[in-house]
């Protein structure tokens, strides 16, 4: 996005991002991951390195990563509302970055009105 440099602009682009603002199914801050794994069985197929495919979901809190195994049924919804959550912080992001735009200017054009007088 590139942020434009008049705050009637900045207002427009802040406003279809507004719009935008809403969540189209339940949102996950986590990601949806694949891991091979071993179950712990010696005479299973995954000990002779066939090893089980899981889908899990991990996150971080307080720097500490947490993991929730995904049944494969729900792993398209996981993945939706993931997906969501990621629309939705880029969203977040170019909000903000466009409200500071509109902070700068207004102090960029009182600067130049002092200016003048
Ligand atoms: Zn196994």
């Known amino acids: 996005m590139k942020i434009p440099q008049h705050p009637t602009l900045i207002r ?3 406003l279809a991002r ?22 712990g069985n010696p005479n299973c197929r995954c ?26 049924e729900l792993v398209p919804q996981a993945k939706q509302w993931t997906q969501e959550h990621r629309r939705l912080k ?11 735009a509109l902070i700068q200017t207004h102090v960029t054009a009182r600067r130049r009105r002092q200016a003048r007088s």
Do not use: D, M, N
């Open 12 to 14: 427009r682009f802040l």
């Open 18 to 39: 507004q719009k935008q603002l809403q969540a189209k199914s339940p949102v996950l801050a986590a990601s949806l991951v694949t891991i091979r794994r071993t179950c």
């Open 47 to 72: 000990a002779r390195g066939k090893k089980h495919l899981g889908h899990y979901l991990t996150w971080k809190l307080q720097a500490k990563t947490h993991t929730v195994y995904v049944p494969v």
């Open 90 to 100: 880029q969203l977040v992001r170019e909000l903000t970055q466009l409200s500071l």
